[in-house]
Protein backbone atom coordinates (compact mmCIF):
# COMPACT_ATOMS: atom_id res chain seq x y z
CA UNK A 1 0.00 0.00 0.00
CA UNK A 2 1.24 3.57 -0.73
CA UNK A 3 1.77 5.96 1.95
CA UNK A 4 2.77 9.53 2.05
CA UNK A 5 4.76 11.38 5.18
CA UNK A 6 4.87 15.32 5.71
CA UNK A 7 7.34 15.23 9.05
CA UNK A 8 6.80 19.02 9.42
CA UNK A 9 3.36 19.49 11.51
CA UNK A 10 3.69 23.27 11.57
CA UNK A 11 6.22 25.84 9.67
CA UNK A 12 6.79 29.27 10.22
CA UNK A 13 7.75 31.33 7.45
CA UNK A 14 8.68 35.42 7.34
CA UNK A 15 6.99 37.65 4.58
CA UNK A 16 8.67 37.68 1.49
CA UNK A 17 11.20 34.84 2.42
CA UNK A 18 11.05 31.41 0.77
CA UNK A 19 10.08 28.27 2.77
CA UNK A 20 10.19 24.73 1.96
CA UNK A 21 7.61 21.89 2.99
CA UNK A 22 8.95 17.88 3.16
CA UNK A 23 7.07 15.12 1.84
CA UNK A 24 7.98 11.76 1.51
CA UNK A 25 6.60 9.12 -0.03
CA UNK A 26 6.66 4.95 0.06
CA UNK A 27 5.21 3.06 -3.49
CA UNK A 28 6.01 0.25 -5.58
CA UNK A 29 4.61 1.56 -8.36
CA UNK A 30 6.35 3.65 -11.19
CA UNK A 31 3.79 5.54 -12.66
CA UNK A 32 2.33 7.94 -10.37
CA UNK A 33 1.10 11.53 -10.01
CA UNK A 34 1.93 13.80 -6.84
CA UNK A 35 -0.22 16.96 -5.71
CA UNK A 36 0.22 19.58 -3.43
CA UNK A 37 -2.89 21.22 -2.52
CA UNK A 38 -3.70 24.27 -0.42
CA UNK A 39 -6.08 24.17 2.28
CA UNK A 40 -6.77 27.88 3.84
CA UNK A 41 -8.66 28.78 6.94
CA UNK A 42 -11.69 28.71 4.54
CA UNK A 43 -11.28 25.45 3.75
CA UNK A 44 -11.61 24.97 0.72
CA UNK A 45 -8.98 22.55 -1.26
CA UNK A 46 -6.65 24.25 -3.83
CA UNK A 47 -4.58 22.58 -6.22
CA UNK A 48 -1.58 24.33 -6.00
CA UNK A 49 1.17 22.10 -8.32
CA UNK A 50 1.27 18.16 -9.80
CA UNK A 51 3.80 16.57 -11.11
CA UNK A 52 3.77 13.38 -13.35
CA UNK A 53 6.19 10.58 -12.27
CA UNK A 54 7.29 10.14 -15.80
CA UNK A 55 8.49 13.62 -16.07
CA UNK A 56 11.83 14.75 -14.81
CA UNK A 57 11.88 18.10 -15.13
CA UNK A 58 10.71 19.67 -12.20
CA UNK A 59 6.67 21.29 -11.99
CA UNK A 60 6.77 25.30 -11.45
CA UNK A 61 3.55 27.48 -10.82
CA UNK A 62 4.79 31.13 -10.29
CA UNK A 63 6.43 31.28 -7.05
CA UNK A 64 5.41 27.80 -6.09
CA UNK A 65 7.94 24.88 -7.49
CA UNK A 66 8.60 21.35 -6.44
CA UNK A 67 12.02 19.07 -6.34
CA UNK A 68 11.18 15.94 -7.44
CA UNK A 69 13.43 13.24 -6.46
CA UNK A 70 12.13 9.74 -7.89
CA UNK A 71 14.82 7.72 -6.61
CA UNK A 72 14.43 9.19 -3.35
CA UNK A 73 10.45 9.32 -3.23
CA UNK A 74 10.84 12.35 -2.12
CA UNK A 75 8.59 15.52 -3.29
CA UNK A 76 9.08 18.88 -1.76
CA UNK A 77 7.32 22.39 -2.29
CA UNK A 78 9.48 25.44 -2.32
CA UNK A 79 7.59 28.88 -1.66
CA UNK A 80 9.34 31.41 -2.95
CA UNK A 81 8.76 35.47 -1.89
CA UNK A 82 6.17 34.17 0.57
CA UNK A 83 2.99 36.35 1.27
CA UNK A 84 0.72 36.51 3.97
CA UNK A 85 -1.97 34.75 1.69
CA UNK A 86 0.11 31.49 1.71
CA UNK A 87 -0.77 31.19 5.44
CA UNK A 88 -2.63 27.34 5.13
CA UNK A 89 -2.70 23.90 5.54
CA UNK A 90 -0.68 22.23 3.13
CA UNK A 91 -1.48 18.77 1.79
CA UNK A 92 1.16 16.68 -0.40
CA UNK A 93 -1.07 13.74 -2.50
CA UNK A 94 -0.45 10.59 -4.37
CA UNK A 95 -2.44 8.96 -6.74
CA UNK A 96 -1.86 6.07 -9.09
CA UNK A 97 -1.57 6.44 -12.70
CA UNK A 98 -3.69 2.93 -12.40
CA UNK A 99 -7.48 2.83 -12.87
CA UNK A 100 -7.53 6.51 -14.05
CA UNK A 101 -11.04 5.72 -16.20
CA UNK A 102 -12.64 5.04 -13.00
CA UNK A 103 -11.68 8.19 -10.87
CA UNK A 104 -8.46 8.09 -8.43
CA UNK A 105 -7.97 7.55 -4.92
CA UNK A 106 -5.80 10.50 -3.55
CA UNK A 107 -3.41 9.35 -0.63
CA UNK A 108 -2.70 12.68 1.43
CA UNK A 109 -0.37 12.93 3.78
CA UNK A 110 -0.54 14.68 7.45
CA UNK A 111 -0.29 18.32 6.70
CA UNK A 112 2.25 21.14 7.11
CA UNK A 113 0.57 24.26 8.82
CA UNK A 114 2.16 27.11 7.28
CA UNK A 115 2.44 30.51 9.45
CA UNK A 116 3.23 33.92 7.43
CA UNK A 117 4.64 36.26 9.16
CA UNK A 118 4.36 40.29 8.40
CA UNK B 1 -15.15 27.74 -15.21
CA UNK B 2 -13.15 25.06 -12.66
CA UNK B 3 -15.93 25.34 -9.61
CA UNK B 4 -17.60 22.79 -7.54
CA UNK B 5 -20.35 23.82 -5.96
CA UNK B 6 -21.73 22.19 -2.48
CA UNK B 7 -25.19 23.40 -0.68
CA UNK B 8 -25.91 23.96 1.93
CA UNK B 9 -22.87 25.63 3.58
CA UNK B 10 -23.34 24.61 7.02
CA UNK B 11 -25.53 21.52 8.36
CA UNK B 12 -27.36 21.06 11.93
CA UNK B 13 -29.02 17.29 12.47
CA UNK B 14 -30.40 15.04 15.13
CA UNK B 15 -29.21 11.83 15.09
CA UNK B 16 -33.07 10.71 13.81
CA UNK B 17 -33.06 13.27 11.26
CA UNK B 18 -32.66 12.32 7.32
CA UNK B 19 -30.77 15.17 5.28
CA UNK B 20 -28.92 15.38 2.03
CA UNK B 21 -25.88 16.47 0.82
CA UNK B 22 -25.53 18.22 -2.79
CA UNK B 23 -22.29 18.66 -5.04
CA UNK B 24 -22.82 20.44 -8.45
CA UNK B 25 -20.01 21.19 -11.12
CA UNK B 26 -20.38 21.79 -15.12
CA UNK B 27 -16.89 21.11 -16.35
CA UNK B 28 -18.04 17.97 -18.31
CA UNK B 29 -16.14 15.85 -15.94
CA UNK B 30 -17.06 12.23 -14.98
CA UNK B 31 -15.49 11.06 -11.64
CA UNK B 32 -17.00 13.08 -8.66
CA UNK B 33 -15.95 11.75 -5.11
CA UNK B 34 -17.13 12.77 -1.59
CA UNK B 35 -14.36 13.16 1.42
CA UNK B 36 -14.94 13.39 4.73
CA UNK B 37 -12.60 15.81 6.92
CA UNK B 38 -11.80 16.46 10.68
CA UNK B 39 -10.01 19.41 11.53
CA UNK B 40 -6.50 19.25 11.17
CA UNK B 41 -6.72 15.83 9.62
CA UNK B 42 -6.53 15.60 5.84
CA UNK B 43 -9.44 14.34 4.14
CA UNK B 44 -10.74 10.81 3.68
CA UNK B 45 -12.41 9.43 0.72
CA UNK B 46 -15.59 7.80 1.11
CA UNK B 47 -17.22 7.13 -2.35
CA UNK B 48 -16.29 7.66 -6.17
CA UNK B 49 -18.69 7.84 -9.10
CA UNK B 50 -17.69 7.49 -12.74
CA UNK B 51 -19.32 7.87 -15.53
CA UNK B 52 -22.66 8.16 -13.07
CA UNK B 53 -21.87 4.28 -11.42
CA UNK B 54 -20.00 4.03 -8.38
CA UNK B 55 -17.01 2.92 -8.26
CA UNK B 56 -15.24 3.17 -5.05
CA UNK B 57 -16.73 2.52 -1.78
CA UNK B 58 -14.64 3.04 1.03
CA UNK B 59 -16.22 0.60 3.21
CA UNK B 60 -18.76 3.77 4.68
CA UNK B 61 -21.28 3.20 6.87
CA UNK B 62 -24.77 2.79 5.62
CA UNK B 63 -26.16 5.50 7.06
CA UNK B 64 -24.12 7.47 4.47
CA UNK B 65 -26.26 7.03 0.89
CA UNK B 66 -24.33 8.41 -2.04
CA UNK B 67 -26.62 9.17 -5.59
CA UNK B 68 -25.35 10.44 -8.75
CA UNK B 69 -28.72 11.37 -10.32
CA UNK B 70 -26.77 12.71 -13.36
CA UNK B 71 -23.41 13.14 -14.83
CA UNK B 72 -23.23 17.07 -13.44
CA UNK B 73 -24.85 15.85 -9.67
CA UNK B 74 -23.58 14.33 -6.75
CA UNK B 75 -25.94 13.86 -3.47
CA UNK B 76 -25.24 12.37 -0.06
CA UNK B 77 -28.21 10.78 2.03
CA UNK B 78 -27.59 11.11 5.30
CA UNK B 79 -30.21 9.04 7.97
CA UNK B 80 -29.20 8.20 11.39
CA UNK B 81 -25.73 9.77 11.81
CA UNK B 82 -23.66 9.90 15.08
CA UNK B 83 -21.70 13.07 16.74
CA UNK B 84 -18.68 11.51 15.57
CA UNK B 85 -20.13 11.88 12.01
CA UNK B 86 -19.91 15.72 12.73
CA UNK B 87 -17.19 17.15 9.91
CA UNK B 88 -16.49 19.02 7.25
CA UNK B 89 -17.88 16.91 4.03
CA UNK B 90 -16.00 17.69 0.78
CA UNK B 91 -16.84 17.13 -2.60
CA UNK B 92 -14.46 16.61 -5.67
CA UNK B 93 -14.83 15.97 -9.76
CA UNK B 94 -12.18 15.19 -11.85
CA UNK B 95 -12.15 14.08 -15.55
CA UNK B 96 -11.75 10.48 -16.26
CA UNK B 97 -10.33 9.97 -19.88
CA UNK B 98 -6.51 11.97 -18.86
CA UNK B 99 -4.48 9.90 -16.85
CA UNK B 100 -3.40 13.01 -14.59
CA UNK B 101 -7.07 13.83 -13.97
CA UNK B 102 -6.50 15.58 -10.93
CA UNK B 103 -9.24 16.86 -8.50
CA UNK B 104 -11.15 20.03 -8.06
CA UNK B 105 -12.65 20.30 -4.98
CA UNK B 106 -15.88 22.45 -3.26
CA UNK B 107 -16.46 24.67 -0.35
CA UNK B 108 -17.53 21.90 1.64
CA UNK B 109 -20.28 21.49 4.09
CA UNK B 110 -19.97 21.74 7.68
CA UNK B 111 -22.21 19.18 9.20
CA UNK B 112 -23.22 18.87 13.35
CA UNK B 113 -24.87 16.20 14.35
CA UNK B 114 -26.29 17.05 17.74
Known amino acids: AQTVTQSQPEMSVQEAETVTLSCTYD???????LFWYKQPPSRQMILVIR??????QNATENRFSVNFQKAAKSFSLKISDSQLGDAAMYFCAYRSARGYNQGGKLIFGQGTELSVKP | DTEVTQTPKHLVMGMTNKKSLKCEQH?????MYWYKQKAKKPPELMFVYSYEKLSINESVPSRFSPECPNSSLLNLHLHALQPEDSALYLC?????????????FGPGTRLTVT
Open chain 2, 27 to 31: MGHRA
Open chain 1, 27 to 33: TSESDYY
Open chain 2, 92 to 104: ASSQVVRLVNEQY
Open chain 1, 51 to 56: QEAYKQ
